[in-house]
Every structure is written in structure tokens, then in C-alpha cells.
């Protein structure tokens, strides 16, 4: 196994980081030749959707051809069955399982085989490091805890080592005790979402407190505004760097501390941005983000929509590296908002002024669309809050509505977390589930 491990970092940690455009796509190229391959002969599922759509697997040699395949959905997989979706040969019990959060209201469970999960962690490394990470810093993760036991480290020394440097704090915790715990670790690296960091910026800005001096903090997994880094930087006087990823897939993008935008993982995935008519989006246009796991035999997924949204620069970045840049990802097809006309509102077009900062009266706040007709915004205010500054923000934001819905604000004292740790920004109990088709309106 060690010689594979070898490999592996060599590909992706030396070759792909100093490799041409050129070369990029040759290797691409000749991975996604193997994989359709594969899926075609020993992945039921894939098999049945490639001849329902007329296509011959061998006429896929390349990334170009990709296009010739459908899209796939997570609706498509749940609905198959389970055993459709393996790849014939391998044995289920010898396979890792990793179930998403479910937070869209369709939990589903993932399976790959060791080696997989190591290729992808090896990316996500490597991101880390090319981010501004040492491999001596001391990191605090704020999540959720890890499994009890971890075979991603290729040697038992260094998974001791590396343990003894990260360490854990319960997102669920109070502030002040997630923060003590914090101080005692005192870490290089803080990472953990977007909506865990803003309360913790926004304990350390009210109590006074700037003790805490990491080197980077990191984000992922969920919407980071404006307004939510600007305080987060702030409080903990480091910069924030973020990640993209997926369940499905790992880590898809990361934010490169050099040049503006976040780096897509393409020696990790095929990344494509498509418009409502399933063509490709030219550069500087957005589009619908749509991946091929360029690592995941055991259980293939291919040209797989996630429902989110990014525009790619089509600009090389001073940085250096081969990997193309997107713009900072602009949001989730399924947290559109459905109303009653029939209409699709993309919610930042009523949390613009609040993701901006406009209103800093605003401490923390949340969307939730309770019935096709009805939203409310829960904000935190601050103590500089007037008494009119509810009822103005409540007034502008219904100008904003079509006659038929409305819009409440409510002012709470605390915003929950969901069950998985993550904060949910916008969330819309009248279509938890749902992603808005391509072509719908927007």
C-alpha cells in the first residue's frame, strides 16, 4: 500500500501543483476515460443511464465529452437502489460510510473504499498547506467530534503526532466555554463554519476581549457574507481563508490567499458551470455547479448537480497554479425562495443591506420561509438599535415582495444551530427538500 500512498502524494502535492493547462487536462482526460469506463461495466445504475441516454461509454474519451452525458441529482440516486449504486465486486462491509447532514431534508449515505477517502483527504491537505497550514501548527477545529478512530494517516506515528496537535471544541457548547477551551489549546489555525466563527467574533467584540492571536482561521460547508467576515477578522485580527466542498465529493474549491477567487480541485473533480439550458457558462457568467468525482469507483458519481451557484473568472491567478479560479460561491439553488406566483427569489436580494453591513444595528440574522406566503427574518440587534429600526427594515424588505407574500422581522435573543453544528443562514421550511430546476425562473 505504501508505494500507492507514494504515488499519490507525488501526483497531487508535486506533479499536478507544477503541471500545465496542458497537462492538467491530459490527465484529466485519461481519469475520466477510466471512470466511465468502469461505471459503464460494473456500476448498475450508471450502466442503465448511459443507455437510456444512447450514449456508448467508449465515445467518452475526455472531459469535452463529458457534455454528451446527463445530469444526475441526489433525487435520481435516492430513488435507485442502494445495491444499483456500488460497484459490482466490491463488498459493502469493507467499504466507509459517511452520511451528509441531511440538512436539505434528503440525508444519504456515501460509500468509498480506504484508498478513496485517502486520495480525497491527501486534496484537502494539500489545500490546507497551499492556504498558509504548517504541518507543526497547532489546530483547533469547532465542530462536531470525530470519529474515535482515523486511517487517513499513511504512518501510525504521524497520526499520533497529528492528533496531538488538533483538537476538537463542541460547536454546541456556550460561547464562553467553546472560547475558553479555545485559549487553553492556543491554536496556529482556528477552522469551523462560517455561522460558529461570526458568534464567537461577536462574543469576542462585546466582551472586549482580543486574546486570541491564530495565525489563519478556516471556513467551509456553509454561506459566508460579506458582513460575516469583516466582523470575524476583526475579532480574531487573522485572516479568513475558505473552502468548497461536498459530501460527495470532498473538497471541490479553496480561497487562495494570493490572488482573488478560490482555486477548483481539478485533479479531484471535474467541475462544470452550467447555464438553465445545460450549456456551459462563459467566463464572467454564472452557472449551476455540476461535478464528476474523478476519485470515486466504489460508488461513481458523474456530472452530479449540487445546486449551487459560482461564476468562473477565466483569468490564470498570479499565484501560479494551474487550477482554474471561480468567484466566491453565490449560493444554493435550494435556498431559493418559491412564492406563491410562481416566482423563484433568490434570498439575497432581500438580505443584500444586512450581508453588506448597512445596517449594524444588525448583530446576527437568519431567514426562514415558514409557508410559501410567509417569511420572517430573526435578527440580533445591537444595543445602538432605535425603536423604529425594525418596522423601517420590515417596511423596506415588503417592497421588496410581490403583493401575495410577507415578510415579518422578529427580534430574538439567540439564533439556534441545526442538529449537524452548522448554522443555517436561509432555510425554507415550504420546500426544505426541493432544488429549482434548470430553466426555472430565478
Not at 504521524?158 to 476538537?168: F, G, I
Request: proline share 8%.
Amino acid at each position: 500500500m505504501l508505494p500507492n500512498r507514494l504515488a499519490a502524494w507525488q501526483t497531487h502535492w508535486r506533479r499536478m501543483p507544477r503541471a500545465s493547462r496542458a497537462e492538467l487536462r491530459a490527465w484529466q482526460d485519461l481519469r475520466v476515460r477510466r471512470l466511465i469506463q468502469h461505471a459503464a461495466g460494473a456500476v448498475p445504475f450508471w450502466r442503465m443511464r448511459f443507455e437510456e441516454a444512447g450514449v456508448a461509454p467508449e465515445s467518452i474519451r475526455g472531459v469535452a465529452d463529458l457534455a454528451r452525458l446527463p445530469v444526475t441529482d441526489k433525487a435520481a440516486l435516492l430513488a435507485a437502489r442502494a445495491g444499483d449504486l456500488l460497484a459490482r465486486g466490491v463488498a459493502p462491509e469493507s467499504l466507509v460510510r459517511k452520511a451528509t447532514s441531511g440538512s436539505s431534508g434528503e440525508p444519504f449515505t456515501i460509500y468509498r473504499t480506504v484508498q478513496e477517502r485517502r486520495r480525497l483527504h491527501l486534496l484537502r491537505l494539500r489545500a490546507y498547506r497551499l492556504q498558509g497550514a504548517r504541518l507543526t501548527d497547532r489546530v483547533v477545529r469547532i465542530g462536531t467530534p470525530p470519529p474515535p478512530k482515523s486511517s487517513l494517516w499513511p504512518v501510525s506515528a504521524l497520526r499520533r503526532a497529528a492528533r496531538e496537535r488538533w483538537a476538537t471544541v463542541s460547536t454546541f457548547l456556550p460561547p464562553e466555554e467553546m472560547l475558553a477551551r479555545i485559549r487553553d489549546c492556543r491554536p496556529d489555525v482556528i477552522g469551523g463554519y462560517p455561522g460558529v466563527l461570526d458568534l464567537l467574533a461577536d462574543h469576542l467584540t462585546t466582551t472586549g476581549r482580543r486574546d486570541l492571536r491564530p495565525r489563519l482561521l478556516a471556513t467551509g460547508a456553509e454561506v459566508l457574507t460579506g458582513d460575516m467576515r469583516q466582523r470575524i477578522e476583526h475579532a480574531f485580527q487573522a485572516p479568513l481563508l475558505q473552502t468548497y466542498g461536498a459530501s460527495e465529493f470532498d473538497l471541490l474549491a479553496w480561497e487562495c490567499p494570493v490572488g482573488r477567487g478560490l482555486h477548483l480541485c481539478e485533479d479531484g473533480a471535474i467541475i462544470e458551470l452550467l447555464r438553465p439550458d445545460g450549456t456551459s457558462a462563459a467566463p464572467g457568467e454564472q452557472g449551476e455547479v455540476v461535478v464528476t468525482n474523478l476519485h470515486a469507483f466504489a460508488m461513481p458519481f458523474i456530472r452530479y448537480r449540487l445546486g449551487d451557484l459560482a461564476t468562473a473568472t477565466g483569468e490564470r491567478c498570479p499565484c501560479g497554479l494551474p487550477f482554474a479560479v471561480v468567484h466566491q460561491i453565490e449560493g444554493r439553488v435550494v435556498d431559493y425562495l418559491h412564492l406563491p406566483d410562481g416566482t423563484a427569489l433568490h434570498p439575497y436580494r432581500l438580505l443584500a443591506p444586512l450581508a453588506r453591513g448597512e445596517m449594524p444595528w444588525v448583530r446576527r440574522y437568519q431567514l426562514v420561509q415558514q409557508r410559501s406566503d410567509r417569511l420572517v427574518l430573526r435578527v440580533m440587534v445591537t444595543p445602538e438599535a432605535a425603536p423604529g429600526d425594525l418596522v423601517a427594515l420590515e417596511s423596506a424588505l415588503n417592497a421588496l415582495l410581490p403583493h401575495d407574500a410577507t415578510l415579518l422581522v422578529e427580534q430574538v435573543d439567540s439564533l439556534p444551530f441545526a442538529a449537524s453544528g452548522k448554522f443555517r443562514l436561509v432555510q425554507s421550511l415550504a420546500n426544505p427538500g426541493g432544488t429549482l430546476p434548470l430553466g426555472a425562473e430565478r
